[in-house]
């Protein structure tokens, strides 16, 4: 994991997308085991609360699942879960902005014609 962070939101948030990210993209899979709490809070010299506190909220999302003695594992919805929630996401946050946007600027028949261009329909 890349140890640069931004001061647009706390650490343990940023972790926790970062995890986030790694599943969505199938870098972390069902059954997959989560880095040590340890590991990862030398990897980027973070203190280990931050990372725990970043696994705690994974955990309560049901993303992942503590094994007592063994660690904490990728639940085996959690890619359809996330996938779920972060569409719905875009949808109610991000795409009104970025409609928005496009309107603003005149580029609604631009980017549908690039699509048709491509043989995007």
Known sequence: MDPDWNDSQPIYRQLRDRVVAMILEGHLKEGDPLPSVRNVATETRINPLTVLKAYQQLE????VEKRRGLGMFIRPDARELLLATEREKFL???WPEIRATIHRLGLAEQLLGAGRSRGED
């Open 60 to 63: 309560a999302e049901g993303l």
């Open 92 to 94: 109610t946050e991000q």
